[in-house]
T-cell receptor, first 117, second 117 residues
Framework: GAVVSQHPSRVICKSGTSVKIECRSL??????MFWYRQFPKQSLMLMAT?????????EQGVEKDKFLINHASLTLSTLTVTSAHPEDSSFYIC?????????????FGPGTRLLVL | AQKVTQAQTEISVVEKEDVTLDCVYE???????LFWYKQPPSGELVFLIR??????QNEISGRYSWNFQKSTSSFNFTITASQVVDSAVYFC??????????????FGTGTQLKVEL
């Protein structure tokens, strides 16, 4: 099946710093990528939808200036958590959708655990 | 409103027992997709099944089976002869269409399954 990778898998940073998380589709071109956030023992909440070459669409309540998303190529989307605070500590998961395979197809990355001290 | 409810927060069974995970959904769409994902402790979401709203046939895959009942808006998942490796959080999800185009994936809150020896 299709493979999506995320880097880093785990990151610890100091409060006030920025952290960049990469999401790559390894064997297909992803016109659309999605970023989710999952707090411990909770469900995945969609943060934003990233379309290659255009601005991301953010969900209500998600600060676009804090969570910067760049989808510069068909295989790479990045999420930058700017001026991170301890409450940003979470599990961030991306998913990617290939142009073929139907709208219902979405492949998930392994996730990135962010801990802000 | 589009909603997925997994009323069972946590289930514990003894190995070899059968277990059913419940999923109830709400949607105004006539065309939609339902999914089940497994999230082991490592965090990576593992796709299990996708079912479209026009296909009410039940499906069996090895020890896994799914019962889609449109009349009750349910899409339940049964694991037969459970094994310790089945221990994970299982998410039910609904893909639905946005007005104006595009679609979204809404997850339930997940059911933590613990299979003990």
């Amino acid at each position: 099946g299709a493979v999506v990778s995320q880097h880093p898998s785990r990151v610890i940073c100091k409060s006030g710093t920025s952290v960049k998380i990469e999401c790559r589709s390894l064997d297909f071109q992803a016109t659309t990528m999605f970023w989710y956030r999952q707090f411990p023992k909770q469900s995945l909440m969609l943060m934003a939808t990233s379309n290659e070459g255009s601005k991301a669409t953010y969900e209500q309540g998600v600060e676009k200036d804090k969570f910067l998303i760049n989808h510069a190529s068909l295989t790479l989307s990045t999420l930058t958590v700017t001026s991170a605070h301890p409450e940003d500590s979470s599990f961030y998961i991306c998913s990617a959708r290939p142009p073929t395979g139907g709208l219902e197809t979405q492949y998930f990355g392994p996730g990135t655990r962010l801990l802000v001290l | 409103a589009q909603k997925v409810t997994q009323a069972q927060t946590e289930i514990s069974v003894v190995e070899k027992e059968d277990v059913t995970l419940d999923c109830v959904y709400e949607t105004r769409d006539t065309t939609y997709y339902l999914f089940w994902y497994k999230q082991p402790p490592s965090g990576e979401l593992v796709f299990l099944i996708r079912r479209n709203s026009f296909d009410e046939q039940n499906e069996i895959s090895g020890r896994y089976s799914w019962n889609f009942q449109k009349s009750t808006s349910s899409f339940n998942f049964t694991i037969t002869a459970s094994q310790v490796v089945d221990s994970a959080v299982y998410f039910c999800a609904l893909r639905w269409s946005l007005t104006g185009g595009g679609n979204k994936l809404t997850f339930g809150t997940g059911t933590q399954l613990k299979v003990e020896l």
